[in-house]
């Protein structure tokens, strides 16, 4: 059941338009991610949802309410961990809890919260002493202080190196499972591939498609690539022929080879054929990022 419904949404800043007609719904219990490169109208889209800037144009409804006409109501139920966010460096992360915490009618046990993000033994740190991965687990936190049914998580894991990346995704996941909607705005790939379960493509202030990560890639190509190493030298001609084959393409010392179904096991036997050993072979099936090239014309730099 759709518990955010977003139709036609406008936003305008002086003469440019940063949100164009963008319209979705996001399901109850889901991670619904939003993916694209910067100012694309990523956090624009949500900070309406949120109710932090007036629309102008369309209608955005949270768990029935209006985030315009019901911005107190809905803040009652909504977690939101923005963008860009920083609290004053001397304030402790329990004083910073029991501060957001304050603001709700209904709060999350701290104890638990500090626990489970574990965050516990930094109960009387200062902000400004905690680090990245830290911080961003605390952000975490107070958009979960309220007990909300909805929580909006902008760019979580920017800035946060790979194993506190892969720590955060594993949080969210959790997060999730306790029973929380969540809208992730993302640029990266790979956050994207890992935790969502549908994903709106936004450029340039539209939703170019919305689907599953695997429905948006299924819909790009259906083909393969095969890259390896050879052991000695051989004509393009040699794959070329093979009615498998579409290109044939040089990297350096690797070969990577793009065709249809069955193009491993036709690439392997040409080469056993040739006594041609392929070094560091593997198979590439095509990538979300494939997909977001393919749908909107450029590449998502991270």
């Known amino acids: 059941m759709a518990i955010i419904e977003v139709k036609d949404l406008v936003k305008d800043y002086g003469n440019f338009r940063a949100v164009d007609g963008v319209s979705f719904e996001v399901d109850e219990g889901e991670i619904f991610g939003i993916l694209g490169p910067n100012g694309a109208g990523k956090t624009t889209t949500v900070e309406c949802v949120e109710g932090l800037r007036n629309r102008d144009g369309g209608s955005v409804s949270v768990l029935g309410l209006d985030p315009e006409r019901d911005g107190a109501e809905l803040r009652q139920v909504l977690g939101i961990q923005l963008q860009e966010s920083r609290l004053p460096d001397r304030l402790r992360v329990g004083e910073a809890l029991d501060l957001y915490g304050s603001f709700y009618r209904e709060r999350a046990n701290t104890d638990q919260l500090l626990e489970k993000l574990g965050l516990d033994a930094k109960r009387k740190t200062p902000f400004g002493k905690l680090s990245g991965g830290q911080q961003q ?6 958009a979960l202080v309220g ?40 640029h990266f ?37 095969v890259r390896f190493r050879p052991s000695a030298a051989f004509p393009d001609s040699l794959l070329l022929d093979l009615p498998e084959v579409a290109r044939v393409e040089r990297s350096g010392p690797h070969v990577v080879v793009t065709g249809g179904e069955n193009l491993l096991q036709a690439v392997a036997s040409v080469l056993a054929r040739n006594q041609i050993v392929a070094a560091d072979l593997r198979v590439e099936q095509v990538s979300l990022d494939d997909a977001f090239v393919a749908l909107t014309g450029k590449s998502l730099e991270n």
């Open 137 to 142: 687990r605390l952000s975490i936190a107070l």
């Open 189 to 225: 790939m790979d956050e994207a591939e890992r935790l969502c379960d549908r994903l709106a493509v936004v450029d340039s202030g539209k939703i170019v498609a919305l689907d599953t990560p695997a429905g948006l890639t299924a819909r790009v190509s259906v083909e393969q690539r």
């Open 147 to 186: 007990n909300p049914r909805v929580a909006v998580l902008d760019e979580l894991t920017t800035g946060l190196d790979p194993q506190a990346r892969r720590d955060t995704w594993d949080l969210i996941e959790e997060v999730r499972d306790s029973g929380v909607t969540i809208i992730l705005v993302t």
